[in-house]
Each structure stands twice: as structure tokens, then as C-alpha cells.
């Protein structure tokens, strides 16, 4: 058996074969009606007025099928005496390329419609989620009008109200793609509220870019790279380094596993 390729050249080519082209009309196509399945059946959409607005889990779907990839740069606090408020920076890193192809900006305020009464954890995480989707949407916005829906991020919408609403729940870990990378389960209450106090350190802009490296290794699967991709930007520090540990473990124990074979 021939050895897994590992040169920079044979992962991005191995990237470019698995992911739709754009310039191709037919994967266009192809594309659209796979995103409109995808985001049906996992009801990733808002309604607002009758119309259906696609939440970002379905813009980032988006983008793992084109392989561009989100990468939070800044989380910057920006609040006042009188506001509590966030502002966030994420550009698009375009695997099959290996550049930069757009970038997003947005802000939250506990002054907005239905936020009043949010916790800070929750304005600062808002505000990297809009960013995120902004910056698809920068990009990809004719894709979605494609697959059927609106093209403006679920969560730019004002649709809530201002009544006092529980702050959403500390985001735990995510499920990992690879074996041995397990769930961790949520936290008591007590350590819940003490995470809610602090402010969470994010998973900085080199350790995505390490995830995203060891993730296009070709022993890594489409299925656990989609799932990885998805949340990558849910990790804080300590887990991301918990997720580089385990995908180097991964990528070893499968390389070992195949020599063996041969």
C-alpha cells in the first residue's frame, strides 16, 4: 500500500477535489439543491414575516462544501458606561487556494430589541456569530438565494422582542470528528455560572489554522471534517488545544495503522 500523502501540494489537491468548484455552472447547481437538503432537514432556518432566513450553521455548511473556512481574528469590547457591547472581525480562508477571499464585521449591544437582559458572555458570542455569518454572506450570499432562501444571516433579523428572556446556555464542548475525541459533558450549574462571569478566551487565529492544517490531512474523513469545521469557532483556548492533540494522535495512530497493513 502506498503511503497517505503529506506535502502541502497533495493536501490542497486532495482539498480541490473534494470540494465544489464555483466556476463549474453544473456544481453551482449542484451545490444549491445539496444546501437546500441539508438546511431543510436540519431546520437551520428562522422564520421572520414568512420568509425563511438560513441560521449560521447553514452559511458555514455552506462554505465547508466550497472549502472556505471561518477564522475569528478579534473579539473586540467596545461597551460604555451606558452599553454593554461587542464588536467582531472574521475573514474566510479559502482551502483550495490558500488565501484570504473575504471578511465580516459585527457588533452586539445589550441596547438591542430582546437583549436587555443578556449576560456579557452572550453579547460577546453574538457578535462573533454575526461575523461569521456576515462574512458568508459577503461571499456567498447568491448561493443561498440559489438553494432557496433569503440572503441575509438568520441572525442579523431583529425579531425578538425587549422582555426579559434567559441568556443562552455557555457553549460546552463540541462533539470531536475524529475517534477518541469524545463529548464532554455540560457543567454543573455552579461552574456554569463561574464560566459566565469571566470572559471565555477564544481559540486563537493560530490554533484554528493548525486545526484546519492537521483537518486536511488525507487520513482525515469528509464527514469528520465538515463536523470539526462547523464548530470550530465554538472552542476556546483549552480545548483547542485539546483538539490538536487528539487529531495528531489520530492522524498517527491511522498513518501506523496503515503501514502495518502494508
Request: aromatic residues 6%; glycine residues 4%; neutral net charge.
Amino acid at each position: 500500500m502506498n503511503e497517505a500523502p503529506k506535502t502541502t501540494k497533495d493536501i490542497t489537491k486532495k482539498v480541490k477535489a473534494e470540494s465544489y468548484d464555483i466556476a463549474r455552472s453544473d456544481e453551482t447547481l449542484d451545490l444549491a439543491k445539496d444546501l437546500a437538503k441539508f438546511i431543510k432537514e436540519n431546520k437551520l432556518t428562522t422564520n421572520v414575516q414568512g420568509k425563511e432566513f438560513v441560521n449560521v450553521e447553514g452559511w458555514q455548511y455552506a462554505g465547508s462544501r466550497l472549502g472556505i473556512v471561518p477564522i475569528v481574528e478579534h473579539v473586540i469590547n467596545v461597551s460604555s458606561a451606558e452599553e454593554m457591547k461587542y464588536q467582531a472581525k472574521v475573514t474566510l480562508f479559502d482551502l483550495r487556494h490558500g488565501a484570504t477571499v473575504g471578511a465580516g464585521f459585527a457588533v452586539c449591544s445589550n441596547k438591542e430589541s430582546g437583549k436587555k437582559f443578556y449576560q456579557e458572555f452572550a453579547i460577546m458570542s453574538m457578535a462573533q456569530t454575526r461575523a461569521i455569518g456576515k462574512a458568508y454572506r459577503n461571499c456567498l450570499a447568491w448561493i443561498i438565494r440559489a438553494a432557496g432562501y433569503e440572503p441575509t444571516p438568520a441572525e442579523e433579523m431583529d425579531y425578538n422582542t425587549n422582555t426579559p428572556v434567559a441568556a443562552p446556555a455557555p457553549a460546552v464542548a463540541v462533539a470531536q470528528a475524529v475517534p477518541a475525541m469524545q463529548v464532554v459533558p455540560a457543567e454543573a450549574p455552579a461552574v456554569a455560572a463561574e464560566a459566565a462571569a469571566a470572559p471565555v478566551q477564544y481559540a486563537t487565529a493560530s490554533q484554528k489554522e493548525e486545526i484546519i492544517r492537521l483537518l486536511n490531512h488525507p487520513v482525515i474523513t469528509r464527514p469528520e471534517k465538515t463536523k470539526m469545521l462547523l464548530n470550530i469557532n465554538r472552542l476556546d483556548e483549552e480545548r483547542a488545544i485539546q483538539a490538536i492533540a487528539k487529531l495528531r494522535k489520530a492522524i498517527d495512530d491511522r498513518e501506523n495503522g496503515e503501514k502495518a497493513a502494508a
